[in-house]
C-alpha cells in the first residue's frame, strides 16, 4: 500500500525545496504518468483509428481503455458518454457549441457569481446569441446563496451550469438537488468538475445532471487533455459542432455520414500520449483509494483550520469551518496586497495563487481586490503546513 513518503517519492519536482501550494491551478503528474507517455513516444508513436499496423492498433487500444477507465471513474452508464478534449474550458465550450440550437429567445440560463470563467464566458457568449436571460445567483455568508440560485429557477430555464466545488472558496455544491429541481422544469443542467474530480469520488449517473467537464491536470494527469461527459439520450439528440478528420464513416462530395457516438464528437487528431496518461493517473489515484484521499486530506484541512484560527488576521473566503469542502483556502490579509503576500510567500519557496483565479464574479462581489489561494495536493503535508504559516507570520509582522 502507497504510504505519504512514498507518494512524495513519485513525484520527480517534489525533491527540490518547494512547497507546491497550488495543486488547485494544476496538480503535480507522479512519474509512472510521465513514464506512460513517454513509452508512447519512445516505443509505439502513431496515430488512433487509421493505421492497420501493430503500432497504431497499440494506440487505439491505449486510447479506447482510457475511454473506458474515465467512464468508471466517473461511473457514467456508458463508454460511448465520454469524449476527449484539451481541458475543462474546451469541453464546456463544446457542449455549449453542442446545445446552442436547443436554446430559445426568452428562455433564461442560470449562473452562479462564483463560476470560473469557463463556465461563465461561453454561456453569456451563447445568451446573447440566443437572446436568453442571464440570471446570476449570488452569495451569502461568502458561498454561493443555494436558496438563490434554486429560487430563480422557474418554467423558462433552459439551463442551469455550476461547478462541482468553486475554485476559490472550495465549497461542494449540492449538484443532486440542483440538477433535481433544473429537471422539473425540464431545463438541463451542466457541471464544471475542475475541481472536484482529484478530490471527491464522483458518479455522474447518481448525480443526475446531463454534462461534466473536467481537465487531465487537474486529476494527476498532463495538461492538454479534458474529458466531456454526456449523457448518451442527450449525446444522440446532437449534431457535432466540428467537423474534419476522424469523425465520419463515409464522406463524398455531396453527402456525409458521421461515426458513431463519441467519435463524431472527436474531429482530428486528439491528444493521444495525454489521454494514455490521464488514464495512468486514474489507475494511480484508484491504487491510492478514496478513503485514503479523503482521508489525507481531511488531515491537511483540519491542521489549516487550527493554524488559521491561531491568527485572527487571516481572513478565509467562505470561512464556515463546518462547510463541505476540499483542501482550498483563498484568503486575504487586511492591508497587505495578495500579490504582495504571494511574492513573498514566493520568496519562502511557498507556491501560491494570488489574484481573483478566473472567477472574477467572487471578488466583484465582495468587492475586494482578490484573494490568496493555497491548494493542496495529496503529496502536502502538515509540515508544509507550518512552514507556509511561519512564512505568514514574517510577512505579517513586516507590514505590521
Ligand atoms: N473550471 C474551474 C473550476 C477551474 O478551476 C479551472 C482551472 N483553473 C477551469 C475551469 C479551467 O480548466 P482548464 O484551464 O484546464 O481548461
Given at each position: 500500500?502507497k504510504?505519504l513518503?512514498?507518494?512524495?517519492?513519485?513525484?520527480?519536482?517534489?525533491?527540490?525545496?518547494?512547497?507546491?501550494?497550488?495543486?488547485?491551478?494544476?496538480?503535480l503528474t507522479?512519474?509512472?504518468?510521465?513514464?506512460?507517455?513517454?513509452?508512447?513516444?519512445?516505443?509505439?508513436?502513431s496515430?488512433?483509428?487509421?493505421?492497420?499496423?501493430?503500432?497504431?492498433q497499440?494506440?487505439?487500444?491505449k486510447?479506447e481503455?482510457?475511454?473506458?477507465k474515465v467512464?468508471?471513474?466517473?461511473?457514467a452508464?456508458q463508454v460511448?458518454?465520454?469524449?476527449?478534449?484539451?481541458g475543462?474550458?474546451?469541453s464546456?465550450?463544446?457542449?455549449?457549441?453542442?446545445?446552442i440550437?436547443?436554446?430559445?429567445?426568452?428562455?433564461?440560463?442560470?449562473?452562479?457569481?462564483?463560476?470560473?470563467?469557463?463556465?461563465?464566458?461561453?454561456?453569456r457568449?451563447?445568451a446573447?446569441?440566443?437572446?436568453?436571460?442571464?440570471r446570476?445567483?449570488g452569495l451569502?455568508?461568502?458561498i454561493?446563496?443555494?436558496?438563490?440560485?434554486?429560487?430563480?429557477?422557474?418554467?423558462?430555464?433552459?439551463?442551469v451550469?455550476?461547478?462541482?466545488?468553486?475554485?476559490?472558496?472550495?465549497?461542494?455544491?449540492?449538484?443532486q438537488?440542483?440538477?433535481h429541481?433544473?429537471?422539473?422544469v425540464?431545463?438541463?443542467?451542466?457541471?464544471?468538475?475542475?475541481?472536484s474530480?482529484?478530490?471527491?469520488?464522483?458518479?455522474?449517473?447518481?448525480?443526475?445532471?446531463?454534462?461534466?467537464?473536467?481537465?487531465?491536470?487537474?486529476?494527476?494527469?498532463s495538461?492538454?487533455?479534458?474529458?466531456?461527459?454526456?449523457?448518451?439520450?442527450?449525446?444522440?439528440?446532437?449534431t457535432?459542432s466540428?467537423?474534419?478528420?476522424?469523425?465520419?464513416?463515409?464522406?463524398?462530395?455531396d453527402t456525409?455520414?458521421?461515426?458513431?457516438?463519441?467519435?463524431?464528437?472527436?474531429?482530428?487528431?486528439?491528444?493521444?500520449?495525454e489521454?494514455?496518461?490521464?488514464?495512468?493517473?486514474i489507475d494511480?489515484?484508484?491504487?491510492?483509494?478514496?478513503?485514503?484521499?479523503q482521508?489525507?486530506?481531511?488531515?491537511?484541512i483540519?491542521y489549516?483550520?487550527?493554524q488559521i484560527?491561531?491568527?485572527?488576521?487571516?481572513?478565509?473566503?467562505?470561512?464556515d469551518?463546518?462547510?463541505?469542502?476540499?483542501?482550498?483556502?483563498a484568503?486575504?490579509?487586511?492591508?497587505?496586497?495578495?500579490?504582495?503576500?504571494a511574492?513573498?510567500?514566493?520568496?519562502?519557496?511557498?507556491?501560491?495563487?494570488a489574484?481573483?483565479?478566473?472567477?472574477?464574479?467572487?471578488?466583484?462581489?465582495?468587492?475586494?481586490?482578490g484573494?490568496?489561494?493555497?491548494?493542496?495536493?495529496?503529496?502536502?503535508?502538515?509540515?508544509?503546513?507550518?512552514?507556509?504559516?511561519?512564512?505568514?507570520?514574517?510577512?505579517?509582522?513586516t507590514?505590521?
Amino acid at each position: 500500500m502507497k504510504t505519504l513518503d512514498t507518494i512524495r517519492q513519485e513525484f520527480s519536482p517534489l525533491t527540490q525545496d518547494i512547497i507546491y501550494f497550488d495543486s488547485g491551478a494544476s496538480t503535480l503528474t507522479p512519474n509512472s504518468v510521465v513514464e506512460a507517455m513517454d513509452a508512447y513516444y519512445t516505443q509505439y508513436r502513431s496515430n488512433i483509428h487509421r493505421g492497420i499496423y501493430a503500432w497504431s492498433q497499440q494506440s487505439t487500444d491505449k486510447y479506447e481503455l482510457a475511454r473506458l477507465k474515465v467512464a468508471q471513474f466517473i461511473q457514467a452508464n456508458q463508454v460511448e458518454e465520454i469524449i476527449f478534449t484539451r481541458g475543462t474550458t474546451d469541453s464546456i465550450n463544446m457542449i455549449a457549441e453542442l446545445l446552442i440550437n436547443t436554446f430559445q429567445k426568452g428562455q433564461n440560463i442560470i449562473i452562479p457569481v462564483t463560476e470560473h470563467h469557463s463556465n461563465m464566458l461561453p454561456w453569456r457568449e451563447l445568451a446573447q446569441r440566443q437572446e436568453l436571460e442571464i440570471r446570476y445567483a449570488g452569495l451569502r455568508d461568502e458561498i454561493l446563496d443555494i436558496e438563490e440560485l434554486m429560487g430563480h429557477i422557474d418554467e423558462n430555464t433552459a439551463l442551469v451550469v455550476i461547478g462541482h466545488v468553486s475554485n476559490v472558496l472550495g465549497s461542494i455544491h449540492p449538484i443532486q438537488e440542483i440538477a433535481h429541481k433544473a429537471h422539473s422544469v425540464g431545463a438541463l443542467c451542466v457541471v464544471d468538475g475542475a475541481q472536484s474530480v482529484a478530490h471527491i469520488p464522483i458518479s455522474v449517473s447518481e448525480l443526475g445532471v446531463d454534462a461534466y467537464a473536467f481537465s487531465g491536470h487537474k486529476v494527476y494527469g498532463s495538461t492538454g487533455v479534458g474529458v466531456l461527459w454526456v449523457k448518451y439520450e442527450l449525446l444522440q439528440t446532437l449534431t457535432p459542432s466540428r467537423t474534419g478528420g476522424d469523425m465520419v464513416s463515409y464522406v463524398t462530395l455531396d453527402t456525409v455520414e458521421y461515426a458513431p457516438i463519441p467519435q463524431r464528437f472527436e474531429a482530428g487528431t486528439p491528444p493521444i500520449a495525454e489521454v494514455i496518461g490521464l488514464s495512468k493517473a486514474i489507475d494511480w489515484l484508484q491504487e491510492i483509494g478514496w478513503d485514503t484521499i479523503q482521508e489525507h486530506e481531511k488531515k491537511l484541512i483540519d491542521y489549516m483550520w487550527g493554524q488559521i484560527s491561531l491568527r485572527p488576521w487571516i481572513h478565509v473566503l467562505g470561512g464556515d469551518k463546518t462547510m463541505s469542502r476540499i483542501g482550498c483556502f483563498a484568503f486575504t490579509i487586511q492591508g497587505i496586497h495578495t500579490h504582495d503576500i504571494a511574492h513573498m510567500l514566493a520568496q519562502h519557496n511557498v507556491c501560491v495563487r494570488a489574484g481573483q483565479h478566473c472567477a472574477s464574479g467572487i471578488a466583484e462581489t465582495l468587492d475586494i481586490v482578490g484573494s490568496t489561494r493555497i491548494t493542496f495536493g495529496l503529496y502536502n503535508t502538515v509540515e508544509e503546513i507550518d512552514i507556509c504559516m511561519q512564512a505568514l507570520d514574517s510577512i505579517y509582522k513586516t507590514f505590521n
